[in-house]
């Protein structure tokens, strides 16, 4: 802020999640976890969850619909965010906020923040589909 850095941090964020086919409904169940217990217990969940909207359920599910290819997206990038060092972010930062300042007199704080994100998903079905998607 105003050409000085505030703050630095960076956070890590992991999750998994299934989709389940049980008695004509589906359900989803997502954890951090990734122990064998919570595996169970999240699997289990999910089916649960199926199970409870197949009573609801007024027509069937076919599996059949479901994709049977594979496939992987990677999204284009020119230099991987998360390989840049913080010197080189702090200097972006700071010309930023130097740039803004310089805007004029009606320009009274001037604040940057730089965030980067990463999602890596993996789509695989019974009919042994598999999907990857990495996007940055």
Same mark, same amino acid.
């Given at each position: 802020?105003?050409?000085?850095?505030?703050? +630095?941090?960076?956070?890590?964020? =992991?999750?998994?999640?299934?989709? =389940? !086919?049980?008695?004509?409904?589906?359900?989803? =169940?997502?954890? %951090?976890?990734?122990?064998?217990?919570?595996?169970?217990?999240?699997?289990? +969940?999910?089916?649960?969850?199926?199970?409870?909207? =197949?009573?609801?359920?007024?027509?069937?599910?076919?599996? %059949?619909?479901?994709?049977?290819?594979?496939?992987?997206?990677?999204?284009?990038? +020119?230099?991987?965010?998360?390989?840049?060092?913080?010197?080189?972010?702090?200097?972006?930062?700071?010309?930023?906020?130097?740039?803004?300042?310089?805007?004029?007199?009606?320009?009274?704080?001037?604040?940057? !923040?730089?965030?980067?994100?990463?999602?890596?998903? +993996?789509?695989? &079905?019974?009919?042994?589909?598999?999907?990857?998607?990495?996007? &940055?």
């Amino acid at each position: 802020r105003d050409g000085a850095v505030e703050r +630095l941090s960076t956070d890590h964020d =992991a999750g998994w999640g299934i989709h =389940a !086919m049980a008695g004509g409904g589906w359900g989803f =169940a997502s954890t %951090s976890v990734t122990n064998p217990n919570a595996i169970r217990d999240t699997a289990r +969940l999910a089916v649960e969850i199926a199970q409870a909207g =197949a009573s609801r359920r007024k027509s069937s599910s076919d599996l %059949s619909v479901m994709p049977t290819g594979n496939g992987h997206y990677s999204s284009p990038i +020119l230099r991987d965010p998360f390989t840049v060092p913080w010197h080189e972010r702090i200097d972006l930062a700071t010309e930023v906020t130097e740039r803004i300042s310089a805007g004029g007199d009606r320009v009274k704080v001037a604040t940057c !923040m730089l965030y980067a994100e990463r999602h890596n998903k +993996l789509y695989m &079905t019974p009919r042994e589909a598999r999907f990857k998607k990495d996007i &940055t």
